[in-house]
């Protein structure tokens, strides 16, 4: 597993679980039915361009989580 997270204890992620996978997938904290902290999954992405080496899939999961966090706050603005 491999995970981006723009500063230490973020309450979101981007991450790939590794081996064959392809998908990058954007993750929130939130809190299961015993108040303990999961993570939810909100979104899924999959590379046309699936990156070969660790520089260029921390690039890619930086712009998707850029892409994530730049959506939602459009979406949320849109319905004030």
């Not at 999954?41 to 921390?58: A, I």
Request: charged content about 25%; proline content about 5%.
């Amino acid at each position: 597993m491999f995970i981006y997270q723009p500063y230490i204890n973020s309450d979101d992620r981007v991450v790939w679980h590794g081996g064959d996978s392809t998908q990058l997938h954007y993750e929130i904290e939130a809190l299961d039915e015993h108040r303990f902290p999961i993570w939810k999954e909100v979104s899924v992405r999959t590379p046309m361009d699936f990156p070969t080496g660790v520089k260029e899939l921390y690039e890619k999961m930086q712009e998707y989580y850029d892409f994530c966090t730049t959506a939602c706050h459009d979406n949320m603005m849109d319905t004030l």
